[in-house]
C-alpha cells in the first residue's frame, strides 16, 4: 500500500487500524458464540473494575460510549467507573486517575487531552501493573507516553476530509472553524486537518478559529455572536459535537442557507441530525462513540484476561459522513449504539448496504 507523501504514515496506519477492528470483531463473535452455547468465553475470574476518565463527563456525546461500556462489562462479567471532569479540567483528570491508581483498578482509559499531563499517571498506573488504554484523544506521535493502545477516530486524518469537503463547497471568503477547547487533543487535530486541506486547495479561502467552550449553551451563544459580527462568512463549521449543534441552530435562526453559506461538523447529537434533515447543515461526521467505549472495555479484559499477552491493539472507529439524503434511519431508529435510546435491542436493518 503506497504512503500518502502529503501525510506520512496515514496509509499504514490506516491498514493496522483495519487490521485491529477485523480482530476485534472476530473475537466479539467468538465470545457471543461462547454464550450461546451456555459457556462463559473466560474460566470464573474476579470482577474486575474497569476506571473511564472521561474529560467532559456529562456531555452528551459521551452516552452511547457509556451503553458501549456498560454492555461490554455485562459480556464479560466486569464493573465499570465513569470518572473525571465536568469540563475539561486536567487536573481533575489526572487526580481521577490518581485516585484509580490507589483504590487498584484493574485497568484505567483515558482520552488523552494534553500532550505532556498524562505521562506521568500512565507511567505510575503501569508501574502499579494496571494496564491504561488511551480512548477518543490519543498522545501526539513521539510522546513519551506508554499508554498500551488507542481506540477512537483518527482525528487528523478525519479533519482533512473535512476540510476537503468545506473546500469542495466553498470557493473563496471567510469560513469561520468553532473548536470547544483549543489545544485539546480530541479535536485539535481535526481543526489542523481541515486548514491543511483547504490550504492545499488553493483557493482564496479565509479561516478563522474560534474557540466556544466547554459546554452547549456557551458555545451557541459564542457562535451567534461570531455570526452577528461577520455576517459576510460564507461558511461555518464545527471540530466537536456541542459546538456542531451550535452551528446548526445559528443557520436556522438566521436562514443562512438562504444567503448560500455552508454548515457542518462532528457526532450524531439529536439536534444535530434534525438540523440535518431540515437542511440547515450540509453534513456532521460520524465517529461511532458506542464502539469508542465497547472495543476499549473488550481490550481492557482481553488483556486481564491473557495475562497481558493479547489485548491491546490500535482500532480505528471510523469516518461516516451524514448528509440529508443519508439522515433519515439516525432519526427514525432509536437505539443504544448513538445514546437515543437506553433499550437493549437489535436493529434490523432494510435496504441495501
Avoid at 485497568?107 to 494496571?130: K, M, N, Y
Wanted: charged fraction near 15%; glycine fraction near 10%; charge should be negative.
Amino acid at each position: 500500500m503506497a504512503e500518502d507523501h502529503d501525510h506520512p504514515g496515514v496509509a499504514r496506519r490506516a491498514m493496522l487500524h483495519g487490521a485491529s477492528l477485523g480482530g476485534a470483531l472476530a473475537m466479539f463473535a467468538g465470545m457471543r458464540e461462547a454464550r450461546a452455547a451456555d459457556a462463559g468465553p473466560f474460566p470464573p475470574h474476579p470482577r474486575w473494575k474497569l476506571v473511564f476518565v472521561n474529560h467532559v463527563t456529562t456531555n452528551p456525546f459521551f452516552v452511547p460510549t457509556q451503553y458501549g461500556i456498560q454492555d461490554a462489562c455485562a459480556l464479560l462479567d466486569c464493573d465499570s467507573q465513569w470518572t473525571g471532569s465536568a469540563n475539561a479540567d486536567v487536573a481533575e483528570m489526572v487526580n481521577a486517575m490518581n485516585a484509580a491508581i490507589a483504590a487498584k483498578a484493574a485497568a484505567i482509559a483515558v482520552p488523552i487531552v494534553d500532550p505532556h499531563a498524562f505521562d506521568s499517571p500512565t507511567q505510575r498506573a503501569l508501574e502499579a501493573g494496571i494496564p491504561v488504554f488511551a480512548y477518543n484523544a490519543d498522545a501526539p506521535a513521539g510522546s513519551s507516553n506508554k499508554r498500551l493502545a488507542y481506540i477512537g477516530q483518527d482525528l487528523y486524518q478525519s479533519g482533512y476530509q473535512m476540510g476537503e469537503h468545506i473546500a469542495s463547497m466553498v470557493d473563496s471568503g471567510l469560513v469561520a472553524l468553532f473548536i470547544a477547547t483549543p489545544g485539546q487533543l480530541n479535536i485539535q487535530p481535526r481543526l489542523d486537518g481541515a486548514v491543511a486541506a483547504i490550504k492545499k486547495s488553493g483557493k482564496q479561502i479565509d479561516t478563522q478559529q474560534i474557540a466556544t467552550g466547554a459546554t452547549v449553551n456557551e458555545e451557541l451563544s459564542k457562535i451567534k455572536a461570531f455570526y452577528l459580527g461577520h455576517q459576510d462568512v460564507k461558511g461555518m463549521f464545527a471540530v466537536d459535537a456541542g459546538s456542531t449543534q451550535g452551528v446548526g441552530e445559528v443557520m436556522q435562526q438566521f436562514k443562512l442557507t438562504t444567503k448560500g453559506v455552508h454548515a457542518g461538523g462532528y457526532d450524531l447529537l439529536p439536534r444535530t441530525l434534525q438540523l440535518i434533515q431540515s437542511g440547515d447543515l450540509d453534513f456532521t461526521i460520524d465517529q461511532q462513540a458506542y464502539l469508542q467505549g465497547f472495543y476499549t472495555a473488550m481490550e481492557m479484559v482481553m488483556y486481564l484476561a491473557s495475562g497481558g499477552l493479547t489485548g491491546p491493539a490500535d482500532i480505528n472507529t471510523g469516518l461516516k459522513f451524514v448528509t440529508k439524503d443519508s439522515v433519515a434511519p439516525y432519526l427514525s431508529t432509536k437505539t443504544r449504539y448513538e445514546g437515543s435510546s437506553d433499550k437493549q435491542q437489535i436493529v434490523q436493518r432494510s435496504g441495501a448496504i
